[in-house]
C-alpha cells in the first residue's frame, strides 16, 4: 500500500544500502513492465533485494509487478533489473514513484531501459507486437520534478531527445538479430487506472499517439534529469478501446494473457539489446564507491 510519509529518504542512502552488498558496478538498469517479467530470471544474480527492504522504494500491487531488485550480470554484462514498478494510479505520489529511478542514478547507472504493456492506437499495430518508443507525450495529470529543487538538480529539463537515438538503433539491431518485427512509435502515459474511452483514443490519435499506458514516462522524466541515456519499448497487448470491433471488451486479464504469451521473445530481444552494448557500458573505468549524490526530494504538494 502507498506510504503517507511527508518525506523520503535520500536515494544516495539507498544507494549505498545496496552497493554495500554487491562487488557488481552495473551501468545498464533495467524496468520491467508487464510482459517483461520473466527478463529478470535470465540474471546471473549476485544479490536481491525485496523493495519491502530498501528504505523509500515504493511497494505496488499490480498484477505481474513482483517487487524485487536483481543485481547480477546477464551474457556478463551487469545488470540492474527493477522486476515491477509502482503506478501513479496505486495511489503514490509522483515523487515516490519516481524514487527507484533516483536510487538507479545514485548506483551509478547510466543507461537506462523501460519497459510496458500498451494499447495499440496506431491501425497497423497488432496485438502481440513490440514497439521501440522514440517519444512520449505525458497525460498523466503530474510531472514528478513539480515542486522543491534539490540541490545540483535542473527543474526545466530538455525533453527533445528523451528516447536515445544509438540505443534505439541498438534495439532496432538486437530485434533484426532475432528476427523479430518491431514497430517504432509515441507512447502516451494516462493515469488510469480506469481504460480510455474511444473518443480519447481518437483524440489521443489526433496528437500523433500510437500507444497508450499507464506507466513509463514519469521514470523516464526523472532519469533525463539525473542524466541517463534512456531508451524504451512496449508489448502491444490490446487493442485501444474502440479499435477492437463492436463488441470489444478492454480487460487487464486481456493484457496479462498477451504479455505472458509474448515474455519468451520480449526476453530473447532484451538479451540481445544487452549484448550489443554491454561492451560499451563497461568498458569505461568503474564509478567511485561512493554513491552519486541525489539529493532527497520533498513530498509533493
Request: hydrophobic share 40%.
Amino acid at each position: 500500500m502507498p506510504r503517507r510519509t511527508q518525506s523520503l529518504p535520500s536515494p544516495s542512502s539507498t544507494a549505498s544500502l545496496i552497493l554495500r552488498r554487491t562487488s557488481l558496478r552495473p551501468r545498464l538498469a533495467i524496468i520491467l513492465g508487464s510482459g517483461f517479467g520473466p527478463i529478470a530470471q535470465s540474471v546471473s544474480v549476485d544479490r536481491e533485494f525485496s523493495y519491502r527492504d530498501m528504505p523509500g522504494f515504493p511497494v505496488g500491487s499490480a498484477p505481474g509487478h513482483e517487487g524485487r531488485l536483481r543485481i547480477g550480470t546477464w551474457h556478463s554484462v551487469p545488470v540492474a533489473v527493477l522486476s515491477g514498478r509502482a503506478h501513479y494510479y496505486e495511489g503514490f505520489e509522483p515523487n515516490e514513484v519516481v524514487f527507484p529511478t533516483r536510487v538507479l542514478a545514485a548506483m551509478g547507472v547510466e543507461t537506462l531501459l523501460v519497459t510496458n504493456a500498451a494499447g495499440g492506437i496506431h491501425p497497423k499495430f497488432r496485438v502481440g507486437d513490440f514497439m521501440i518508443l522514440n517519444d512520449h507525450i505525458n497525460f498523466l495529470g503530474m510531472n514528478p520534478l513539480r515542486g522543491a529543487v534539490a540541490e545540483g538538480e535542473t527543474r526545466f529539463v530538455d525533453m527533445t531527445r528523451t528516447y536515445d537515438p544509438e540505443l534505439q538503433t541498438h534495439l532496432k539491431a538486437a530485434a533484426r538479430s532475432i528476427r523479430l518485427p518491431v514497430r517504432e512509435g509515441v507512447y502516451l502515459a494516462v493515469s488510469g487506472p480506469s481504460f480510455e474511452t474511444p473518443a480519447e483514443i481518437r483524440a489521443f490519435r489526433s496528437w500523433g499517439a500510437d500507444a497508450v499506458g499507464m506507466s513509463t514516462v514519469p521514470e523516464v522524466i526523472a532519469a533525463r534529469q539525473c542524466g541517463l541515456r534512456v531508451a524504451g519499448c512496449s508489448c502491444i497487448t490490446n487493442a485501444a478501446a474502440g479499435l477492437g470491433g463492436k463488441t470489444q471488451v478492454v480487460s487487464a486479464q486481456e493484457v496479462l494473457e498477451v504479455a505472458k504469451a509474448q515474455e519468451q521473445r520480449a526476453s530473447e530481444w532484451i538479451g540481445a539489446f544487452v549484448q550489443r552494448i554491454g561492451t560499451k557500458e563497461t568498458a569505461s573505468e568503474p564509478p567511485s564507491p561512493t554513491p552519486r549524490q541525489v539529493r532527497p526530494r520533498q513530498k509533493n504538494p
